[in-house]
């Protein structure tokens, strides 16, 4: 059974940093591809930050050079350094996770808010 669990987040002023970190089990990081994902009210889901099963990690433009996403695969944790955040960059975060060769993020956690004030 794949179960995910966000932490870490809080309310920070603009160019703080945060580390988020969801807690995984049931999953392989060999075998899925794992995300970090966000939605603000109002606003749609979307992607912040990928980890292939193939190891590749990739940003969404508006987080590069600010974000880092990591796994600890001793520990079955994945986190999400942020730091410069901004007010742009509240919302609730949510880590995924797919079976390699799938494309719908079918689990997911119950997210952790962010939020940033100026």
């Known amino acids: 059974q794949v179960q995910l669990a966000e932490s870490g987040g809080d309310s920070v002023q603009a160019g703080g940093s945060l580390r988020l970190a969801c807690a995984v089990s049931?999953?392989?990081?060999?075998?899925?591809?794992m995300a970090w994902f966000r939605q603000a009210p109002g606003k749609v889901r979307e992607p912040v930050a990928f980890?292939?099963?193939?190891?590749?990690?990739t940003y969404a433009d508006s987080v590069k050079g600010r974000f880092t996403f990591s796994q600890d695969k001793a520990k079955n944790i994945m986190s999400l350094e942020m730091n410069g955040l901004k007010p742009e960059d509240s919302g609730m975060y949510y880590c995924?996770?797919?079976?390699?060769?799938?494309?719908?993020?079918?689990?997911r956690g119950q997210g952790t808010q962010v939020t940033v004030s100026s």
């Open positions: 049931g999953v392989s990081f060999s075998t899925f591809d």
């Open positions: 980890i292939f099963s193939d190891g590749r990690t």
């Open positions: 995924g996770a797919r079976p390699r060769g799938l494309s719908d993020w079918r689990y």
